[in-house]
């Protein structure tokens, strides 16, 4: 029932690699632009759909932006730190000495000083600023550790000058739509203008493509209502959040924000750092099966795989693995029928009645036919048990709600008869094995057809 979504990076970009991640349970493939060129991701992305035409629920694309973040440089080797070394960033093209490296933000020097402390790689690293001079930065390594190439910086309490868009974020997401992505996740959201803004340039190319505001700082926190409103999802970046706000807060947040996209009927995605140990070892600490098992526990519709899938030695024994978790948990788990608010709307409410209907007679589906994929959406908010079949004319559709907790969705025709539809569907399902006879389901969808919107139908019918 839990969505998985998996980072595609050299250990998995391959069409076996990526076979094996759809075999272990990955339901979104996540491409980081962060790393990687245009060349790379375009046969990521052509395997993946590839993979999808053999695939009975076909995988989502999620095109993941830089964003406004500053990174460190590249380094010709890893550096080895120790705590009390000096250290210096540089904002200069290039770093002299083996102890400094490069950073992208220009304006560093103007903006820290003293005592102000620099995270680097999700707070993995940290230094404290001693002094600036000229292009430098010099600093004191406050924590032993490896610095690589290309790590992300983060100077909590520091207003960062840079644009929501950078123009390399622009250039990826015309690239992302070109080749018809699913999913923006776009990085290091503040305000809701942030969303709304990237909305109105994606409608400019004209495109629809749904848009996931990233979570990973305290400005966001604090504008959270604000931003899910405008959002079509969410996705909670623990490990730059972490670094904002004190690490013993974030489970508070993180229960918080999932409840809020519950009630919004929203998707969320826990992500950073859930089955981390997993880029070394062939298992995970039990600390990790907690947190993933805690968001479940959450609510949350999907948790992610970065590092591990993307360049870890354990790729595939990781995406099992959180398989296992969600699959075990989510056995102890209680439906939010109870626990929501369904909504004024006819559609809200006749998805509560469909989830609470296939519960108390115990359904083996839910079936609903639908356009946009809101009436899956509407139901899955509810976390029943009985798995949602969405029946859609658009693959777009599909691939879209392989986010949604629950929720598997197939291709059909177009109809005129809602009969004929209704007898289909439940064949087509028959026919892959998904119900039985006598098996009960419940249906609903809208009348007239070919209507978005217009869902106001549900009945419960015995599988012949």
Known sequence: ??????????????????????????????????????????????????????????????????????RTGILKEDIKLTAGDKFTFTVADKCEGKMGTTITYKQLVKDVKKGDIIFVDDGM??????SVVGDEVRCKVLNSGILSSRKGVNIPGIDIKLPALSEKDVEDIKFGIKNDVDYIAVSFVRRPEDVTNLRKFVREQGADTLILAKIEHMDAVNNFDAILDVSDGIMIARGDLGV???????????????????????PVITATHMLNSMTEYPRPTRAEVSDVANSVLNGTDAVMLSAESAKGKYPIESAAAMDKICRAIE??????????????????????????SAEVVGAKA????????????????????VPIFAMTTSDKI???????????????????????????????????????????????????????????????RSVE
């Open 1 to 70: 029932m839990t969505k998985i979504v998996c980072t595609i990076g050299p250990k998995t970009e391959s069409f076996e690699m990526l076979q094996k991640l759809a075999e272990a349970g990955m339901n979104v493939a996540r491409l980081n632009f962060s790393h990687g060129n245009y060349a790379e991701h375009g046969e990521r992305i052509k395997r993946i759909k590839e993979l999808n035409k053999k695939l009975l629920h076909p995988i989502a694309i999620l095109l993941d932006t830089q964003g406004p973040e500053i």
């Open 125 to 130: 690293l940290e230094f404290e600023v001693q």
């Open 244 to 266: 904002q706000v004190p690490y013993e807060e974030i489970p508070t947040i993180q229960r918080n924000l999932i409840m809020k996209c519950n009630k919004a009927g929203k």
């Open 331 to 356: 056995k102890t788990m209680e439906s939010n029928i109870g626990k929501l608010n369904e909504g004024k709307g006819v559609p809200e409410i006749i998805a509560r009645a469909v989830a609470q």
């Open 366 to 385: 839910i079936t609903t036919f639908t356009i946009t994929g809101n009436t899956a959406q509407n139901i899955s908010k509810f976390r029943t048990k």
């Open 398 to 460: 599909i691939r879209a709600t392989s986010l949604f907790w629950g929720v598997y969705s197939f291709k059909m025709r177009e109809y005129s008869s809602t009969d004929e539809m209704i007898k289909d569907g439940i064949l087509s399902l028959k026919k892959k094995s998904l119900i039985a006879k006598d098996d009960l389901v419940v249906i609903t969808c809208g009348v007239p057809l070919g209507k978005a919107g217009m869902t106001n139908l549900a009945e419960i």
